[in-house]
């Protein structure tokens, strides 16, 4: 087929997602980035993906040093946990607790230096869209993962 001018595709690739075990927990799809042949304007943009979790799983629990993170569910309800481990916060070790999803559509900016992550408490997949900036980088790890235990 012949693309009308101007008109640009870009493959996408499911990658599948493992917690700190090894438990196969969803997938990934990397959607666009800044740096994207298709993205027309490559300006003040960074990554946006989506990711699934399935029922009972969790995602996370880490922190960025540099990366912020922006989460919106769109299918599902997740537990989102977020705990400030940044030691010159007035904020430091503070827990906040979320439930977002189809009955409480939200997004959550979470900033470097928080752990966080989440918990699919649905019957169903979750879907969640993701925009991180700046974007993944595969060369330099910029997240810290943990297995402390939390009571979801």
Not at 44 to 57: A, D, G, H, I, R
Not at 78 to 91: F, G, Q, W, Y
Not at 121 to 148: A, C
């Amino acid at each position: 087929m012949k693309l009308i001018k101007d008109v640009a595709i870009k493959r996408l690739k499911k990658i599948p997602t493992k917690d700190l075990d090894g438990v196969y927990n969803g997938w990934l799809i990397d959607i666009l980035r800044g740096t994207d042949k298709i993205k027309s304007d490559k300006k003040n943009f960074s990554q946006l993906y989506l990711t699934t979790c399935l029922p009972k799983m969790v995602k996370g629990f880490h922190l960025h040093k540099k990366k912020t993170d922006h989460f919106c569910v769109f299918g599902g309800e997740v537990k989102m946990i977020l705990i400030d481990e940044r030691p010159n916060s007035p904020t430091y070790k503070i827990k906040n607790v979320f439930i977002m999803g189809d009955k409480n559509p939200l997004v959550i900016r979470v900033p470097p230096g928080i752990k966080h992550g989440f918990k699919n408490i649905s019957k169903n997949v979750v879907y969640m869209i993701n925009y991180m900036d700046p974007p993944f980088d595969p060369r330099g790890h910029d997240t810290k993962s943990t297995k402390e235990e939390i009571k979801w």
